[in-house]
């Protein structure tokens, strides 16, 4: 009672910085809380993103390596070496040739069995071989007739039959490790391996035996640490390595670049209770902080499996979980820290203000106590010239003020909406624009998997079977078959060096290029062709246009496949109208090929620069043509569009940056090399 009466008799001017205050003591608080939160959710989020990046990239690495491994093998079966040295029985040049492929790719043992799996020569052991080794079953699957690679588990006795020195290798004495599960076990003998075995064939229909390797991971650091060069490229936080990259056969750190506190890889150490638990026992993937050997980590594990599915490991990475921590706390204390120092401006300010706007209230107060004592003779609320008329006449001049402005607020309103619709239809010709770079850029990358993939059995199959050719007689009625193979096969050969130009083009050197000249190059090649004996050609060429910067060849690629998509869309009868010319807005070179055919139907026209899309029917033509000419220009800084009508013809429109004379800067594109970025 008694301070609900005190707060109803202090002054104006106290109760409304009071109350100000208060409302930006609560608001600036909750705000500051809201910010911070916000501020480490963000940045934590961010560190979770980055290591779940970092584990596929880990795991990219590691199936990168065995399946090297294993394409090792299959390549060196593959063909008739080990064939042709077991039918003669040449040990010496079979051992020196395996020993060969082992210490140029890097296997810690390569050997050989026959059909039952028994070794017939080991090269890191020469002198142990009879052993049976089918009971493995990566070697079991290769004595079946597949090629296969996976992790596995070797014991100490196998890994000592390959070579006594990965015996050593394997054994780990196990370091009591915090937050680790209890063991009653004190050491490690089995070793985890990159196993990869190929059968050896004398016929489609007859195995020879299997020829097996492997690289064993225990003390092995290549994937670990090529993770971790990769990845973090050395980065530290007082003192330690941000990011950590860990191989664990079972739950024991067999290859890690994880530091001990006196400056060791952590060999030895193992994973905590929880993270075993979730992923070697339930096979879960498992994404949190965790407590690493000596400190805490922004950590992801995730299970490694046998060939047979079983789980037998687990791939981590981490980073430092304080260097983040670190980064939110400068910036939270930031914050807070503006934020106090805009509080006390805001105190200041409002100090002032308040005052500003009380003083002439207490005026009007003093005046009205005065009319109240009966001095009213006259109408003083609209005539005086004190602070209540001066608050009239501003008040009016304020309301005419703001009708003013609300006529200028409707104006201005009109011309935004015109300003956002023009920007509006810009910004969806530019969306459209992106979505196809998007989509190339998409397909580029399918487009160079699926070419590397089959470029190797493609030149194998070509070999294989250009060698049968020879091996046959003249006379051989099979001699024709195999012919049309080896021509089949280059076609698809060519097929994929498309793709590959088209995913990733050659490096070229670049030079200052007139395009009138490539173009006029560009027709002299083919204008003489008997296709071009009914085509009307009609050149507009600026004399003025300056170069730009490119390779010429590829440029004069560009141009034949627009003028040649051209001449078939005109049945090699018609008109084609070329024009080059200077932008007037933004000085672009440009370059016009107009031609009188069909012209490309509306709904063809987003998919003409995609590879494989052709609208030629008879199936001529593999659509790379224009692919590879888009990807051309777009690398070089330009850009192809095209406005077509169909039975109207179509006009495709070459656009370019223009070289800078010498001093203005750095030339325009020169990423030559790269895959385009469309």
């Given at each position: 009672m008694?301070?609900?009466?005190?707060?109803?008799?202090?002054?104006?001017?106290?109760?409304?910085?009071?109350?100000?205050?208060?409302?930006?003591?609560?608001?600036?608080?909750?705000?500051?809380?809201?910010?911070?939160?916000?501020?480490?959710?963000?940045?934590?989020?961010?560190?979770?993103?980055k290591?779940?990046?970092?584990?596929?990239?880990?795991?990219?690495?590691?199936?990168e390596?065995?399946?090297?491994?294993k394409?090792?093998?299959?390549?060196?079966?593959?063909?008739?070496?080990?064939?042709?040295?077991?039918?003669?029985?040449?040990?010496?040049s079979?051992?020196?040739?395996?020993?060969?492929?082992r210490?140029?790719?890097?296997?810690?043992?390569?050997?050989?069995?026959?059909?039952?799996?028994?070794?017939?020569?080991?090269?890191?052991?020469?002198?142990?071989?009879?052993?049976d080794?089918?009971?493995?079953?990566?070697?079991?699957?290769?004595?079946?007739?597949?090629?296969?690679?996976?992790?596995?588990?070797?014991?100490?006795?196998?890994?000592?039959?390959?070579?006594?020195?990965?015996?050593?290798?394997?054994?780990f004495?196990?370091?009591?490790?915090?937050?680790?599960?209890?063991?009653?076990?004190t050491?490690?003998?089995?070793?985890?391996?990159?196993?990869?075995?190929?059968?050896?064939?004398?016929?489609?229909?007859?195995?020879?035996?299997?020829?097996?390797?492997?690289?064993?991971?225990?003390?092995n650091f290549?994937?670990?640490?090529?993770?971790?060069?990769?990845?973090y490229?050395?980065?530290?936080?007082?003192?330690?390595?941000?990011?950590t990259?860990?191989?664990?056969?079972?739950?024991?750190?067999?290859?890690?670049?994880?530091?001990?506190?006196?400056?060791?890889?952590?060999?030895?150490?193992?994973v905590?209770?929880?993270?075993?638990?979730?992923?070697?026992?339930?096979?879960?993937?498992?994404?949190?902080?965790?407590?690493?050997?000596?400190?805490?980590?922004?950590?992801?594990?995730?299970?490694?499996?046998?060939?047979?599915?079983?789980?037998?490991?687990?791939?981590?990475?981490?980073?430092?979980?304080?260097?983040?921590?670190?980064?939110?706390?400068?910036?939270?204390?930031?914050?807070?820290?503006?934020?106090?120092?805009?509080?006390?401006?805001?105190?200041?300010?409002?100090?002032?203000?308040?005052?500003?706007?009380t003083?002439?209230i207490?005026?009007?107060?003093?005046?009205?106590?005065?009319?109240?004592?009966?001095?009213?003779?006259?109408?003083?609320?609209?005539?005086?010239?004190?602070?209540?008329?001066?608050?009239?006449?501003?008040?009016?001049t304020?309301?005419?003020?703001?009708?003013?402005?609300?006529?200028d607020?409707?104006?201005?309103?009109?011309?935004?909406?015109e300003?956002?619709?023009?920007?509006?239809?810009?910004?969806?010709?530019?969306?459209?624009?992106?979505?196809?770079?998007?989509?190339?850029?998409?397909?580029?990358?399918?487009?160079?998997?699926?070419?590397?993939?089959?470029?190797?059995?493609?030149?194998?199959?070509?070999?294989?079977?250009?060698?049968?050719?020879?091996?046959?007689?003249?006379?051989?009625?099979?001699?024709?078959?195999?012919?049309?193979?080896?021509?089949?096969?280059?076609?698809?050969?060519?097929?994929?060096?498309?793709?590959?130009?088209?995913?990733?083009?050659?490096?070229v050197?670049?030079?200052?290029?007139d395009?009138?000249r490539?173009?006029?190059?560009?027709?002299?090649?083919?204008?003489?062709?008997a296709?071009?004996?009914?085509?009307?050609?009609?050149?507009?060429?600026?004399?003025?246009?300056?170069?730009?910067?490119?390779?010429?060849?590829?440029?004069?690629?560009?141009?034949?496949?627009?003028?040649?998509?051209?001449?078939?869309?005109?049945?090699?009868?018609?008109?084609?109208?070329t024009?080059?010319?200077?932008?007037?807005?933004?000085?672009?070179?440009?370059?016009?090929?107009?031609?009188?055919?069909?012209?490309?139907?509306?709904?063809?026209?987003?998919?003409?620069?995609?590879?494989?899309?052709?609208?030629?029917?008879?199936g001529?033509?593999?659509?790379?043509?224009?692919?590879?000419?888009?990807?051309i220009?777009?690398?070089?800084?330009?850009?192809?569009?095209?406005?077509?009508?169909?039975?109207?013809?179509?006009t495709?429109?070459?656009?370019?940056?223009?070289?800078?004379?010498p001093?203005?800067?750095?030339?325009?594109?020169?990423?030559?090399?790269?895959?385009?970025?469309?």
């Amino acid at each position: 009672m008694n301070s609900a009466l005190g707060f109803r008799r202090l002054s104006l001017r106290t109760k409304l910085i009071s109350g100000y205050l208060a409302i930006l003591g609560i608001g600036g608080l909750a705000t500051s809380l809201a910010g911070s939160w916000m501020v480490s959710s963000t940045i934590m989020k961010q560190a979770r993103g980055k290591v779940d990046h970092d584990l596929a990239t880990a795991r990219t690495v590691y199936e990168e390596q065995l399946e090297t491994l294993k394409h090792t093998v299959e390549l060196t079966t593959s063909g008739t070496t080990i064939q042709r040295y077991l039918a003669v029985g040449d040990s010496a040049s079979l051992f020196a040739y395996l020993d060969l492929i082992r210490r140029d790719t890097g296997f810690d043992f390569l050997s050989l069995t026959d059909e039952e799996g028994r070794v017939l020569l080991r090269v890191t052991q020469p002198d142990r071989v009879g052993d049976d080794v089918s009971q493995i079953p990566v070697i079991q699957a290769s004595l079946s007739g597949d090629v296969a690679a996976a992790t596995v588990l070797l014991s100490a006795e196998r890994l000592a039959a390959e070579d006594p020195l990965l015996r050593a290798r394997a054994h780990f004495h196990l370091v009591d490790t915090p937050h680790a599960k209890r063991l009653e076990k004190t050491e490690e003998t089995t070793g985890m391996v990159l196993l990869a075995s190929a059968p050896v064939r004398a016929s489609p229909d007859e195995i020879l035996g299997a020829l097996y390797g492997g690289v064993l991971l225990n003390r092995n650091f290549r994937i670990v640490d090529g993770v971790w060069d990769l990845i973090y490229k050395g980065e530290r936080f007082q003192g330690q390595d941000v990011g950590t990259v860990t191989i664990f056969q079972n739950d024991l750190r067999i290859s890690t670049n994880v530091k001990t506190a006196t400056g060791e890889r952590a060999l030895g150490t193992r994973v905590s209770e929880e993270v075993h638990e979730a992923v070697l026992g339930r096979g879960e993937m498992w994404r949190a902080r965790a407590f690493v050997v000596n400190d805490w980590y922004i950590s992801a594990y995730e299970p490694i499996r046998n060939h047979t599915g079983d789980i037998i490991g687990i791939l981590y990475v981490g980073v430092l979980e304080k260097a983040f921590t670190s980064v939110r706390d400068r910036i939270i204390l930031t914050f807070f820290a503006i934020a106090m120092v805009g509080f006390a401006l805001v105190i200041g300010i409002t100090y002032y203000m308040v005052r500003s706007i009380t003083r002439p209230i207490g005026e009007m107060v003093a005046a009205t106590r005065s009319i109240s004592l009966g001095r009213f003779d006259q109408e003083v609320h609209s005539t005086s010239q004190d602070e209540i008329g001066l608050l009239a006449m501003s008040f009016n001049t304020m309301l005419a003020s703001l009708r003013q402005q609300k006529h200028d607020l409707e104006e201005w309103g009109r011309t935004l909406e015109e300003k956002v619709k023009e920007r509006t239809e810009e910004l969806v010709a530019m969306q459209a624009v992106v979505a196809q770079s998007e989509r190339l850029a998409s397909i580029g990358k399918l487009a160079a998997g699926v070419a590397h993939e089959i470029n190797n059995p493609l030149g194998g199959i070509l070999s294989l079977t250009a060698l049968t050719l020879e091996d046959l007689r003249a006379d051989d009625p099979g001699r024709e078959n195999l012919a049309e193979v080896i021509n089949q096969t280059e076609r698809c050969r060519d097929i994929v060096k498309g793709l590959l130009h088209f995913s990733r083009q050659s490096v070229v050197q670049t030079e200052r290029v007139d395009l009138n000249r490539v173009l006029q190059e560009t027709l002299a090649l083919i204008e003489k062709q008997a296709l071009f004996l009914n085509i009307d050609l009609i050149k507009n060429w600026d004399p003025h246009l300056g170069p730009v910067v490119a390779n010429s060849a590829q440029m004069q690629q560009v141009f034949m496949n627009i003028i040649m998509n051209a001449v078939q869309a005109m049945k090699e009868r018609g008109t084609i109208t070329t024009v080059t010319r200077r932008s007037a807005t933004d000085g672009f070179v440009e370059v016009l090929v107009s031609d009188t055919g069909c012209g490309i139907p509306r709904e063809a026209i987003d998919h003409i620069f995609d590879p494989f899309f052709t609208s030629k029917v008879g199936g001529t033509g593999t659509g790379l043509g224009l692919s590879i000419a888009y990807g051309i220009v777009t690398k070089y800084g330009g850009n192809i569009s095209v406005v077509s009508e169909v039975d109207n013809g179509s006009t495709f429109t070459l656009r370019m940056p223009p070289a800078r004379e010498p001093g203005e800067g750095v030339l325009p594109p020169g990423n030559v090399g790269q895959a385009p970025g469309r």
